[in-house]
């Protein structure tokens, strides 16, 4: 079963303009992170935060984490067409270190 | 090196074919995973192999078959596949926390 859900499902924009998505998910955790996935090909990395962190940025990004709500947020400032992609957030639980669980994912378009 | 390389890249089978999915790294990593991803669904766990032995195995059926002949290498075989087989196998190594993805092979099972 998949640990997380995102939202939103889809989101399209406009080139330069801000797009958030957010990550809720079920159980503790021992870390949270963020992947791009281009076309169905394979998964790029794009940034961890840590169960004690509380926001982190690489970037154009800026992930945050509430561990209280269970949730993380994934901001990607001044958006590029190239940033058009699947996006899902991943998290290794407390009781399962190791195990990479992906939430359902964000399909994000940035129109030109 | 930062990559982990699988191949092939894309795969056609029958459903009485033997086939096999390679993926390697060199990054030291000890961790090394195999996940499988349908269309617009996210991956899903398959096996997790630590120190070169089967940790994990999410109660995948046994036409799937994981090898990890050493530290660098990872194995899939793939016998009596199904049509709903069809999917992209990712495979992933990690060293404290960071998950590394191969390109996957993208399977159709005929």
């Known amino acids: 079963s998949q640990q997380g859900e995102e939202d939103p499902q889809a989101l399209s924009i406009q080139e330069g303009e801000n797009a958030t998505m957010n990550c809720s998910y079920k159980t503790s955790i021992n870390n949270l992170q963020w992947y791009r996935q281009n076309s169905g090909r394979g998964l790029v990395h794009l940034i961890l935060i840590r169960s004690n962190e509380r926001e982190k940025h690489s970037g154009r990004l800026r992930v945050t984490l509430d561990t209280s709500k269970k949730s993380s947020s994934l901001l990607i400032t001044a958006s590029r067409a190239a940033d058009t992609a699947s996006y899902f957030c991943a998290t290794v639980r407390l009781t399962s270190y190791g195990k990479l669980t992906f939430g359902q994912g964000t399909i994000l378009t940035v129109h030109p | 090196d930062t990559e982990v390389t699988q191949t092939p890249k894309h795969l056609v089978m029958g459903m009485t074919n033997k086939k096999s999915l390679k993926c390697e790294q060199h990054?030291?990593?000890?961790?090394m995973y195999w996940y499988k991803q349908k269309a617009k669904k996210p991956p899903e766990l398959m096996f997790v192999?630590?120190?070169?032995?089967?940790?994990i195995n999410e109660s995948v059926p046994s036409r799937f078959s994981p090898e990890c002949p050493n530290s660098s290498l990872l194995n899939l075989h793939l016998h009596a596949l199904q049509p709903e087989d069809s999917a992209l196998y990712l495979c992933?190594?990690?060293?404290?926390?960071?998950?590394?993805f191969g390109p996957g092979t993208r399977l159709l099972v005929l």
């Open positions: 192999y630590s120190y070169e032995k089967l940790s």
């Open positions: 990054m030291g990593h000890r961790a």
């Open positions: 992933a190594s990690s060293q404290e926390g960071g998950f590394y």
